[in-house]
């Protein structure tokens, strides 16, 4: 069973005014002029790359960091780039106000724990301050404290993330 409580800096995805960036699509995510890259070790370096002030967001990001991010984030296709991008990278997990669909799915199926926040962007966290996710609760505690109420992961989402993604997942069943 992998760890329940995961604990990382944050990237809290705002503009250059502060304000949270909302309907972040799977375009600005990852970029159709890198599809033909098919390593996923590679893709990590395009994270972002069409998003404006977050171009640089591969240098500056490191394994174990996790991504707060805005309403309806990963709105649009069903690129499995957007998501293999943040997992190449080593973020641990995506805390967000809400979900494109399809996204929401490649993600949790991807085995990238997925934590549902409505309203998180109304805390004081800020890019930089250190955070821990109680996957099963939702609790999000800061220096502690328990700062935040978001929706705890599913049965299902738990075990595909324990298996490391659906494929997993299915092989085990079977």
Known sequence: MKPRILRGRIWMLRDSQGKRIDNVDTDMIFHNRYLYITDVKEMGKYAFSNLPGWEDFPQKAKPGDILIVGQNFGAGSSRQQAVDC??????????????????????????????????????????????EINLETGEIFRDGNLIFKAKPMSKVALDIYDAGGIFEYGNKMS
């Open 86 to 131: 943040f997992i190449a990278l080593g973020i641990v997990a995506i805390v967000g106000e809400s979900f494109g669909a399809i996204y929401k799915r490649n993600v949790i199926n991807s085995g990238l724990p997925l934590i549902e926040a409505p309203g998180i962007f109304n805390t004081d966290l800020k890019t930089g301050d250190v955070i």
